[in-house]
């Protein structure tokens, strides 16, 4: 028995372990587990052979390995990095998200602090399946927008139908967002949802522009393999000068499918109603399909890819000439936008879009049925100088181009956002 044992022990090979782990893990695996009775406790064959056993899919075997390391090398963060990864497919959350704080308390280069960050939101989604938790935002901002009411310039007026200081107005701004967000489940697989958003733009010097919102969304979603259905009701107060301008009532269906953890489709169905407070003949129905994209791609500042296609409709609440010139219309969209990492705190969002409404009836003033192409253009450099803290500089070019000329008008948003998350 003992010249049995010499013999096994002879014919392990650390530099064959090293060599089968980096070409495939399941070789490494069936390697490391043939001499597991005589190398265990060798911390160097332990750290190999764990990681191998949980990238060939047996963690359980991986994290013990992997303890034996960290018995003897409490400082081995490596080692402790691929532990909190084995617990996390184990499903032992909380033992895992202890393992990357500790990790992260090291101050570790950029990219370990990247891949355990990932890991711990992907935590918080996976906790909140079998666990009440809760999130919230809280943003103020600075900045200019040169066209405060999307007004049409100078010469774009028609004469005699605007006065002159209906056109479009330059002006500074300030900003403040708050957003909350519950989730509970209720049975498995099943959440409860609610959120909550309050946005206010309060402007330097055209007080009769600023603007405030309150959001409100409740609804359930439901967990299936793949896929994610949710279906939430929302509400929504905007006013205008700190009058009530419009609100909003509706639902909304969706369903989120993934086709693997770096591709999803989206796609929501909405069905809103819009009531006027100063102008009743505004008041409609909007119904709106958005279909979306989205891929992450294994390549230098890891770029995501999305893609979205709008459709829909708005009905005006009557049927009067009025109504259908002004309300009634289809509306065709579409975006299309990137998003590159620079480094694990630096980002950058690129987007362009356009929106097509066709109008359904003549404009009584003019004859003519109006048709819009609202074009946009957004570039968000996102800066996460801290665990919680984001700073935000967001440029925004828009321009509304109509058969109407006072409807043409164009606008330009520069803003600068600290955005604390909680």
Do not use: C
Request: cysteine-free.
């Amino acid at each position: 028995m003992v010249s049995s044992n010499s013999i096994a022990a002879d014919d392990y090979s650390l530099q064959q372990l090293i060599l089968l782990f980096e070409k495939n893990s399941v070789q490494a695996y069936s390697y490391g587990t043939e001499h597991l009775s005589e190398q265990e406790g060798d911390p160097q064959f332990d750290y190999y052979y764990g990681v191998a056993a949980i990238d060939a899919g047996h963690a359980s075997q991986g994290v013990f390995a992997l303890e034996r390391v960290l018995l003897l090398y409490p400082d081995e963060h490596a080692a402790r990095l691929e532990l909190a990864r084995g617990y996390f497919i184990l499903e032992e959350y909380a033992r895992s998200r202890q393992e990357f704080e500790t990790v992260l308390k090291a101050n570790p280069p950029d990219d370990v602090v990247q891949n355990a960050q990932v890991f711990l939101d992907r935590i918080r989604l996976k906790e909140a399946r079998y666990k009440t938790t809760s999130n919230g935002t809280i943003e103020i901002g600075i900045g200019t927008d040169s066209n405060v009411n999307s007004a049409p310039d100078d010469d774009s007026i028609v004469s005699g139908v605007l006065a002159e200081d209906s056109t479009g107005q330059e002006d500074n701004f300030t900003s403040l967002v708050g957003s909350y967000q519950l989730i509970h489940p209720f049975a498995p697989g099943w959440t409860f949802n609610t959120a909550l958003t309050v946005d206010f733009k309060q402007n330097a010097d055209f007080s009769q522009f600023d603007t405030a919102s309150g959001t409100l969304q409740l609804g359930v979603s439901a967990l299936d393999n793949q896929s994610k259905y949710s279906l939430d009701a929302v509400a929504q107060q905007f006013n205008l000068d700190g009058d009530k301008y419009r609100t909003l009532t509706g639902m909304t269906l969706g369903w989120r499918y993934s086709l693997s953890q770096k591709a999803a489709f989206n796609t929501s169905l909405q069905y809103a109603s819009l009531d006027f407070d100063s102008v009743s003949a505004l008041n409609s129905t909007l119904t709106i399909l958005n279909i979306s994209y989205n891929h992450q791609f294994a390549a230098r500042m890891s770029p995501v890819f999305f893609a979205s296609l709008k459709l829909g409709t708005e009905e005006p609440e009557t049927s009067d000439l009025a109504s259908m010139a002004d309300v009634e219309r289809d509306i065709t969209g579409a975006r299309l936008g990137v998003v590159l990492n620079f480094m694990p705190s630096l980002a950058m969002t690129a987007s362009v879009g356009t929106q097509i409404s066709e109008y359904g009836a003549p404009n009584l003033a003019t004859s003519v049925t109006r048709e819009d192409t609202f074009d946009t253009v957004d570039l968000n450099f996102l800066w996460l100088f801290s665990k919680d803290w984001r700073l935000d500089t967001k440029i925004s070019y828009s321009e509304n181009d109509s058969n109407l000329a006072i409807r043409d008008y164009d606008r330009t948003r520069i803003s600068l956002n600290l955005n604390y998350a909680f």
